[in-house]
């Protein structure tokens, strides 16, 4: 039987988690848009758009908000070319490497766009070890609804039931619950383990290691 894991990205296998709540928050400072980076923490995991709607009322100018994610993408890019590979998560590498010698097909599902998961995932020199990317633009309803993940299970030829899906965002555990996956939160990016376990995760954990510690002994 074929088993996989989906992994979220920003905050599971990268650290990224800072720099997208600074660059957030600075891109709306600059349009006079009052926001620090504790604000943008609930909302990582969430497409931008939502994410900057729930933030400031673009009601009456989204082309102001388009503008300002233009910018905020444009900041973090530049960010991420900076820091390299160094934004690996700890045993993050080795954690993909060896669920894929214990069999595990790798999906990562993402609320980032295409272009941008492609990059991190280069940059940070992981794109040869996952089988299957989801992004935002893949689906017509992002996180926390589960067309993502579903696509992930459908790409990676698995089923929900007995899947794990990892990540370290609120509306990962929703977005793996609705799909009928297990949902395995991590403490590495966005969200607390209490705030994790409210969400409904089935386990939480503090680093890549214990996820390959409990993937390679769950049958």
Request: hydrophobic residues 45%; proline residues 4%; contains cysteine.
């Amino acid at each position: 039987m074929t088993r996989a894991v989906l992994f979220d990205l920003d905050g599971t296998l990268a650290d990224t988690v800072p720099l997208i709540a600074e660059y957030i928050a600075g891109a709306l400072n600059a349009h006079g848009i009052e926001c620090v980076p504790r604000d943008v923490y609930p909302l990582i995991g969430r497409p931008i758009e939502f994410a900057m709607g729930e933030l400031h009322t673009f009601a009456d100018d989204p082309e102001r908000m388009n503008r300002i994610i233009v910018e905020y993408r444009d900041a973090l890019h530049l960010a991420v070319n900076a820091a390299g590979s160094k934004l690996v998560l700890p045993g993050v590498r080795e954690m993909l490497e060896d669920l894929r010698l214990a069999g595990y097909r790798i999906g990562v599902v993402t609320a980032k766009g295409t272009a941008s998961a492609i990059h991190l995932l280069d940059i940070t020199e992981l794109s040869h070890l996952i089988d299957a990317l989801v992004t935002t633009e893949d689906v017509e309803h992002g996180k926390p609804a589960p067309d993502s993940a579903l696509l992930g299970l459908e790409r990676l030829e698995v089923q929900a039931e007995g899947t794990w899906y990892v990540g370290d965002a609120v509306s990962d555990m929703t977005m793996a619950i609705a799909a009928g996956m297990r949902p395995l939160g991590i403490t590495t990016g966005a969200a607390t383990r209490e705030e994790l376990l409210a969400g409904g995760a089935e386990v939480v954990v503090d680093s890549a290691a214990e996820v390959t510690a409990l993937l390679t002994t769950d049958r």
